[in-house]
Nanobody
Framework: QVQLVESGGGSVQAGGSLRLSCAASGYTYSLYSLYYMGWFRQAPGKEREGVASIYNGGSTTQYADSVKGRFTISQDNAKNTLYLQMNSLKPEDTAMYYC??????????????????WGQGTQVTVSS
C-alpha cells in the first residue's frame, strides 16, 4: 500500500504562485513499483482532470495544455516527495488538487483511471 498526503494549498490572488507537496509513504517495494506520479484537480461540478505527471524516478513529464509553461512537476526521490510549482495562477485554476500514484501499466498518463493511489486533496483558490 502507498499513502499520499498533500500540503501547500491555500488562497492567492491571480498572478501569484503556490507550491504543492505530496509526501508518499509505504512499503519500499510498493514505492518502487510505482510507474507514474501525478497531480489532478477537480473543480465543483466538473470532472477530475489530469494536470501534470512524472515518470517515477525519472524526468519524463507531461502537462495539460491549460497549465503548460506555468506549472512544473518535480520529485525528490530521497524524500519520497512530489511537488507541483504553480506560477501565474488564474481564477480558473481554482480547484481541489490531488496527488496520485500509479502502479498500473499502460494507459494515458493524465487519465485518472490509470492511478490507483490517491491523497485526500488540498484546496487551491485563486481570486481575481
Amino acid at each position: 500500500q502507498v499513502q499520499l498526503v498533500e500540503s501547500g494549498g491555500g488562497s492567492v490572488q491571480a498572478g501569484g504562485s503556490l507550491r504543492l507537496s505530496c509526501a508518499a509513504s509505504g512499503y519500499t517495494y510498493s514505492l518502487y513499483s510505482l510507474y507514474y506520479m501525478g497531480w489532478f484537480r477537480q473543480a465543483p461540478g466538473k470532472e477530475r482532470e489530469g494536470v501534470a505527471s512524472i515518470y517515477n524516478g525519472g524526468s519524463t513529464t507531461q502537462y495539460a495544455d491549460s497549465v503548460k509553461g506555468r506549472f512544473t512537476i518535480s520529485q525528490d526521490n530521497a524524500k519520497n516527495t512530489l511537488y507541483l510549482q504553480m506560477n501565474s495562477l488564474k481564477p480558473e485554476d481554482t480547484a481541489m488538487y490531488y496527488c496520485a500514484a500509479s502502479s498500473i501499466r499502460g494507459g494515458l498518463v493524465l487519465a485518472p483511471q490509470r492511478y490507483n493511489y490517491w491523497g485526500q486533496g488540498t484546496q487551491v483558490t485563486v481570486s481575481s
